[in-house]
Every structure is written in C-alpha cells, then in structure tokens.
C-alpha cells in the first residue's frame, strides 16, 4: 500500500516541498526512514510511532518504509513530523486518503501526541501557496504568523489526535483568519526633534535614508552619534505589506516570531556588539541560518565603534554591500540570503576620541594613524556619505526650540523616494544607492560644467571609480530631494563634501 503526503523544508528563505511517501507491505517488522537525513529528521520514526501510540492508535507490526522525496536535497530539522504520522494514519484506515490531497502539514511532534512550533513556517506556507495547495495545518503557536500568507487556508492544530478527529468528523478545528496588517504606532519618545545641533549630521541622514546610501558618521565621545543613528528608522517610510512579509519571512526562520509578534511591523534596526562572529553578522554556522545582515533586510544595520569589531568581520561585509545578498556554501548546499541594508557605521577619531584637538587628545600621530588605519580604504569606499559629527557646546544644549521632527523629514524622504521608485519602474532596483555603473550612464548625466568639476575633484582627490560612481549616486540622490531632473554643480558639490573627512583622517582619496 503506498500512500503520499507533503511537507516542507526551508532552503536560503524559500521553502521547497517534501513530499513524504509511504509504503506499508508484510515481511519482517520494520520501520525504515529514508531521504537524506539529518539526526534529528531521521529520529522523526521514534517520535511519530510513540505519539501515534498515545494519542490512541495501534501500529500494526508491518514493514514500513517513509522516503522524502527528493531525496538529493538534505532535509534538517522536525518539520516533517506531522506529515509522517498523517500518511502512516492513513495508510492504516484512520483517516480517508483524499485527506492527504491538496494539503501541506507542518510541525514537531511530542511523545505525548502535541503539535510543537517550529521555526520558518511562515516561508513553508507562502511556498504552498505559490505551489498551489489549498490548505495547510500548522503548530497553533505558528497559526497567526501562517495566516499572513493570503489565498490558503491556515489552521492551527494543537494535538494528533484533535485533527484525527477533525478528518473524521468527530471533531472542529478552525480556520486562522489573515490578520489585519496594521502599522506599529509611530514612538513618540524617539524622534529626531530631541537632537540638538548637528545639522550636517542630519542632513547626510537624510539624505542617505532617501537614497539607501551607506553613512559613516566620525566624532568624538557625546557628539551624539549613536543618538542620531538610532532615530534614522523613524524618518523611514512605513513597511508596505509586501516589504513586511518578505523580511517576517526572515525572522521567521530565525525564529524571532512569536504569537505576539506574529508578523514584523516597523523597520529593523539592528545593532550588534563589536564582538560579534562573522557567521553572526553574515550567516552561516553550522546549520545555515541568517546573519545581521539579513535581519537587516529594508532597515538598518548599526555598526557602534566601528573600529572596535574584529578587521576580517568588517571585510566579509564588502561583497554582499555590493550584491545587496549573500551565499554560504556548506557541505549540504548552497544557501542565498538577501542583504539590502543601509548600513551606518560610527566611530571616534582615535582611541581616546578628540584627535585632531590636540588639547584634549594626547595619543601620538602613530596611534591615530593605526586606529584609524583599521578601517581598510576599501571598505570606506562602499560607504556612500561620510559625515563629521562636531562636539556640542553649551548654545547647542540650551536651544529651547527643538529640531524638525522625524515625521516632516519622513516626508521629503517619501517624495524623494517616489521619483526613485518611477524611475527604476523597469529596472530590477528601487533606489539610488544600487545603480551600477550602465544605470549611470542613463540616470546620472551631468551638464559640462559638472563634468568639469568632477574632473578636477577626481584629479584631486585620486578617487577610485567607485568613488567617483558613489559620488554620482549621491548627487543623484539630492537632486531627487530637490525634486530637479538634472544634476546640478550645487548637488554635486554637496555629494563631494561628504567625501572630504575621507582626506581630512586617512590622507587622500580613496583606491580601492
């Protein structure tokens, strides 16, 4: 007797469907699990046969053999749990066969019959329903992150046998409905209203955010650096619903949903610890799984003290900022992930955070120069604005009027992205700050007297090409939040400046 059931697995963020076939035949009493397994997938027959035992069912003493199918894709983790014990129920008369047609089952067994939660559910569900499945049971702590997905039917099944009953028609379990997508309430005790000073600073952020153009902000101690970073998520636009699937789609497979939080509602903004692991911030270890970086994805990532985090950490970054995604290889394949982050980076001058005042900082030229000096000229390169934060004096703190607040600047942000998005409607991007180089032999012409003035500055500065694009890009950028067609000298001359901190600290431009 052959039977067939589905589940899935996750591979990058996309899911792929299992399919879990049994056969059930007489010959010596046996259960044989077969696919390219993991230890824990191929410990799924202990956990299914004795949950099937106590949720009030008899195996009879038969030869029974479960293959997952494809077997040339490895299969990890507990997922397939619930879709072995289906198809074994059925294969034993427990449940009608046409059960099994058009459905996905999801989750981990327990040895007393539960249906435990399992991370990634939510790409399992959207995989699915591209794959043309009417329905799916879940773990019911994973039931509301499921339901996002619309155009299949989600339900959230809390025991074995309570959805035995229920293909039995001895029992109900209700369908999940789709909750409505709702915007986090803006926080009114985070705004940039409560900066004070540093008008350079804010508007390199804000222009940085309308172009998703990578920032570094330098400064000494109390500058207010952290402070600014930390308040660019609020001048952000609010996440579409797609742009909210597609980075809970990440989260779920990290496992960082929950019944509370079954969906991300507000931009990420990630901050990791300068002693943080390169498969940390990458991805990766030993069972693959999103980094930083990928948590990241539509938000930002904060690198504090930059120099502080290890160099070969900082260098793994410069590839996946160029391709917006990142690939692990591991001995079971290769996994993609997505990248697209701005990245903001702040750091001091030196170790003791006053150079160049040479008042207040006592550390030696050679000090200076090997703080510095660990930050690679390449990696400068790929950012795009490179911003000086100046030390607050007392007028500064005494102002009684606060600054612009975070949702008038959300404001020029949103029509300065507005003019991107008809822009690249054709185009595979979204912003200025992923052009490459044909798009800015297309979108970036400049008049003679631009072009004579990069020149000079090229000349100058001895920029890279990559420099002297991302300066484009930026002016690029500023011209959209003038909302003019051409690029003009003032926009271009504003891009340069945030290049000059470039020379001022690492002595020249860039080469990369």
Not at 64 to 80: C, E, H, Q, W, Y
Not at 161 to 168: A, H, M, N, S, T
Not at 318 to 341: C, D, H, M, W
Request: include cysteine; glycine fraction near 8%; charge should be neutral.
């Amino acid at each position: 007797m052959f039977f067939q059931s589905y589940s899935a697995i996750i591979q990058g963020i996309d899911a792929h469907i299992i399919s879990v076939e049994v056969d059930v035949c007489d010959g010596l009493p046996m259960f044989s699990l077969v696919g390219l397994l993991s230890s824990e997938t191929r410990e799924a027959k202990d956990r299914v046969r004795i949950s099937i035992r106590n949720s009030g069912f008899k195996i009879p003493t038969k030869h029974i053999t479960v293959n997952l199918s494809p077997a040339d894709i490895r299969k990890d983790g507990t997922a397939f749990d619930l879709a072995i014990s289906m198809a074994l129920l059925c294969a034993f008369g427990y449940i009608p066969k046409d059960c099994l047609e058009h459905t996905l089952f999801i989750g981990e067994l327990s040895l007393d019959g539960s249906v435990k939660g399992i991370n990634g559910v939510l790409p399992m569900v959207y995989g699915a329903k591209k794959e043309g499945f009417l329905r799916c049971f879940v773990p019911k702590d994973n039931a509301k992150e499921a339901a996002l997905v619309k155009g299949i039917e989600v339900y959230g099944v809390d025991t074995l046998g309570e959805l035995v009953d229920y293909f039995i028609g001895g029992g109900e379990i209700f369908q999940v409905k789709s909750p409505d997508f709702t915007l986090e309430k803006e926080k009114e005790t985070i705004d940039f209203s409560d900066v004070l000073g540093q008008e350079n600073v804010k508007r390199a952020v804000e222009v940085a955010v309308s172009g998703m153009h990578n920032l570094l902000i330098l400064g000494p101690p109390g500058a207010g650096k952290t402070m600014i970073a930390k308040r660019i998520p609020t001048i952000m636009p609010e996440l579409s619903f797609e742009e909210s699937l597609e980075i809970s789609k990440i989260y779920s497979i990290s496992g960082l949903l929950n019944e509370e939080q079954s969906y991300v509602k507000e931009r990420p903004f990630r901050s990791p610890h300068h002693s943080i692991t390169a498969p940390s911030l990458i991805g990766g270890g030993a069972m693959a799984k999103p980094g930083e970086i990928s948590l990241s994805e539509g938000g930002v990532l904060f690198l504090d003290e930059l120099p502080e985090f290890n160099s070969n950490t900082l260098e793994m970054l410069r590839q996946p900022l160029e391709e917006r995604k990142v690939t692990i290889s591991r001995l079971q394949g290769s996994y993609t992930y997505p990248a697209n982050f701005m990245l903001v980076g702040a750091m001091n001058p030196c170790k003791c955070g006053y150079y160049p005042d040479r008042t207040r900082c006592h550390c030696s030229e050679h000090q200076v120069k090997r703080y510095l000096g660990k930050i690679s000229r390449p990696f400068l390169d790929r950012m795009d604005l490179c911003v000086e934060a100046s030390e607050m004096k007392f007028q500064d703190l005494a102002l009684k009027e606060k600054g612009e607040s975070s949702k008038d600047i959300r404001e020029r942000v949103k029509q300065a992205r507005e003019i991107q998005k008809k822009r690249f409607e054709k185009e595979s991007i979204r912003f200025n700050g992923e052009m490459s180089a044909k798009m800015l032999e297309r979108y970036c012409q400049v008049g003679e007297k631009e072009q004579m003035l990069l020149e000079r500055i090229f000349a100058k500065f001895e920029l890279s090409a990559r420099s002297y694009h991302r300066i484009l890009k930026v002016a690029r950028t500023i011209a959209d939040l003038d909302a003019s067609e051409k690029i003009t000298v003032a926009h271009l001359s504003e891009a340069i400046c945030y290049r000059g901190i470039d020379a001022k600290y690492w002595g020249g431009g860039m080469t990369a």
